[in-house]
């Protein structure tokens, strides 16, 4: 499983809720998608107005081909919504080194 972690500075909340939360206009673009887990949307508490959007996948590849095989239209959404926010910061992909049964080394 990977996670695609950004992070929102958003001018108006309640549109980028509606545009990116777990049933917001982009997890409807991924629903359906072939290794789509689902897209979860985190209010900061301390800033307001700050987001972190978590969107799921079964794997690097899963997300790759979805991207790529819809990237025009994948690209038009990012124009359409960059109004939403005054900034946005992608900060990786990233992937789940606990599984069932096997918590990892522990620290």
């Not at 049933?23 to 887990?37: K, L, Q, R, T, V």
């Not at 897209?39 to 969107?55: A, K, N, Q, S």
């Amino acid at each position: 499983m990977i996670a695609l972690v950004f992070s929102y500075e958003v001018r108006d909340p309640a549109q980028f809720e509606a545009a990116y939360g777990p049933e917001g206009e982009w997890a409807s673009f991924f629903a359906g998608a072939p290794g789509y887990i689902g897209t979860e949307l985190l209010r900061d508490v301390e800033m307001p107005g700050r987001y972190l959007v978590v969107d799921r996948w079964d794997s690097a590849e899963a997300y790759n081909a979805f991207a790529g095989g819809h990237r025009e239209e994948y690209m038009r959404r990012v124009d359409e919504s960059a109004f939403l926010y005054a900034q946005e910061l992608r900060f990786g992909t990233f992937e789940n080194v606990w599984t069932a049964g096997n918590p990892g080394s522990g620290g």
